[in-house]
């Protein structure tokens, strides 16, 4: 049960605003936007404080007149689209939700500058059927293609495989429409605010507001609700993409000039040279890391068969250590043949192996299929063993060296040591998930994990820790974090973070985590925030 409960006169206004049906206050409703079972779950625990009433506004208007009744009453507001994470649930007891699952538009197509609008809850996979029917493409992030692409890009983290070519869902974040937390301005981000330009661009006039507004990770709903984005979109060479059957496997219709391949190195140093070369080359679409458990969860059907394959040993022969997959979509048959031969000759050059995922079976085949295209796959994986997932730190964007050399073996050794002890799910030690942008300039990387808080040795804090601890030591920013891990600098961005939000927000209406940094943290210590500029020093 809420540790507090709504006034009647607030709830009826909410219920006037968007329907009697579209704004509730029943208890087991509450308690089932309390539940999460995904990142952030498995060392608090899936059931998070409830909310004193949900509501599911349809347009603009409508999440406007919920801010202000809200900011009238004294509650706070917490908005999310897909909910993928916990910062999508309330993070105190007088918190009104703002569900935004009836703002599904595709807005617009718009062929001649390359970009669709979207509403919050406009899934990746909708826009990508939709815009590949126009000869476009778009970025899937790693949540795969029911996560809100608006959110990804304006409030969260969005990278994934095809990173490699279409960038992630930060930098494809054009122009916007913010509903500021007052409830009674509208702020147009970019282009929008010119009458008639459209969603094209999400810079000026003037300063830029993107980067301030969604920082490296984005501010997870602290500054707002954001109602409409612009999303790049990049020119899709093949054919739309097209499945037949039924789950968890169909029959995709083989498209022209696409291949798909699966590599994998005997260390890291050859397989950070191998992405370098990779990208450098600009020769793939699609570019991600699994291990041998991703197989076994997501073509197994049942746990009875996903316990079989386990045992059998099956991918876990095939692929000794984590492996990437690559998907090339090109232009014509010269390029194509082009870019196979060449993907081939650097996986061979640099000591490794490279499989056609077609000599894996039907099944496996299916499932890189439609993985490289639409990210379909991946959380199947990390819910098949357990039903809960979580990751451990270090969780980073960064150079392909650091990730390859510093990031994953930290995730290796921790995942062996709690395997070992059976406080996670054996899913192959080396399954860490990774990811490159822009032809591996950057890239991104996390280590995801089951376990069953429930059973006898089920736990994770002590990988936690182990993990924030080890990447400390070796200067590794923690969950995405782009700030300096000692000196001068540690903190400054995370500061600002704050700065911003009481200039956004000073009557704290919305519900964010940058609210409990306010806690500890009293406006005027960072009013002015300056760093030493002593010789050789540069600012964070």
Not at 68 to 85: D, F, L, M, N, Q
Not at 401 to 412: A, E, G, R, S, Y
Not at 490 to 496: H, K, L, R, T
Not at 501 to 528: C, N, S, T, W
Request: charged fraction near 20%; aromatic fraction near 10%.
């Amino acid at each position: 049960m809420p540790s507090k409960t709504i006034s009647k006169e607030a709830l009826e206004e909410l219920q006037d605003a968007v329907g009697e049906k579209n704004a509730s206050a029943d208890p087991g409703l509450l308690q089932v936007y309390s539940y999460m079972n995904s990142l952030g779950n498995a060392v608090i625990g899936v059931w998070w404080v409830p909310a004193v009433a949900v509501t599911l506004p349809s347009t603009t208007e409508e999440v406007q007149a919920i801010l202000r009744i809200c900011k009238k009453h004294g509650y706070k507001v917490r908005p999310h689209s897909s909910a993928w994470i916990v910062a999508a649930l309330a993070m105190s007891s007088d918190v009104v939700l703002m569900d935004l699952r009836r703002m599904d538009n595709l807005i617009e197509i718009n062929e001649r500058d390359g970009y669709a609008v979207v509403e919050p809850y406009c899934s990746a996979g909708e826009q990508q059927v939709e815009i590949m029917k126009k000869g476009l493409n778009s970025h899937v992030n790693g949540a795969g293609p029911n996560a809100s692409n608006l959110a990804s890009a304006t409030s969260v983290q969005g990278s994934g495989g095809t990173s490699q070519s279409m960038s992630n869902s930060e930098r494809n974040h054009l122009g916007a429409e913010l509903c500021l937390p007052n409830g009674e301005e509208i702020l147009y981000i970019g282009s929008p605010g010119t009458p008639e330009a459209g969603y094209f661009c999400g810079d000026g006039p003037g300063p830029s507001l993107r980067g301030m507004l969604r920082g490296a990770i984005g501010n997870g709903g602290a500054y707002g609700v954001f109602t409409k984005c612009g999303m790049k979109c990049y020119p899709w060479n093949s054919e739309p993409f097209h499945c037949e059957g039924s789950p968890p496997f169909f029959n995709a219709k083989p498209l022209p000039n696409y291949s798909l391949r699966i590599a994998f190195w005997p260390d890291y140093d050859s397989e950070c040279d191998a992405l370098y070369r990779i990208g450098e080359a600009e020769l793939v679409d699609f570019c991600t890391r699994f291990g041998a458990g991703v197989f076994e969860e997501t073509c197994s059907v049942t746990n009875e068969e996903y316990m079989s394959m386990v045992d059998s040993q099956l991918y876990r022969n095939t692929f000794p250590k984590g492996c990437w997959t690559f998907s090339i979509a090109a232009g014509h048959p010269e390029e194509h043949d082009f870019r196979l031969k060449a993907l081939e000759h650097i996986v061979e050059d640099t000591n490794g192996i490279i499989i056609d995922p077609a000599d894996l079976g039907h099944d496996a085949n299916q499932v890189t299929f439609q993985t490289a295209i639409r990210g379909a796959y991946v959380f199947k994986a990390a819910y098949m063993p357990t039903g809960a997932w979580s990751c451990f730190p270090p969780m980073s964007y960064e150079t392909i060296d650091n990730l390859c050399k510093l990031t994953m073996p930290i995730n290796v050794d921790i995942k062996k040591e709690l395997i070992a002890k059976e406080a996670i799910e054996d899913d192959f030690y080396d399954n860490v998930y990774m990811s490159t942008d822009e032809h591996s300039h950057f890239g991104h990387n996390e280590s995801p994990y089951s376990v069953e808080l429930w059973e006898p040795k089920g736990q994770d804090l002590e990988g936690v820790v182990k993990a924030t601890l080890e990447g400390w030591k070796k200067k590794i920013p923690i969950i995405y974090s782009p700030i300096p891990t000692e000196g001068d600098g540690f903190g400054v961005y995370a500061s600002y973070l704050i700065k911003i939000y009481h200039m956004m927000d000073p009557e704290r209406v919305m519900d964010a985590p940058q609210a409990m940094f306010g806690i500890v943290r009293k406006l005027d210590d960072i009013d002015e925030l300056e760093i030493e500029k002593a010789p050789g020093k540069v600012p964070a």
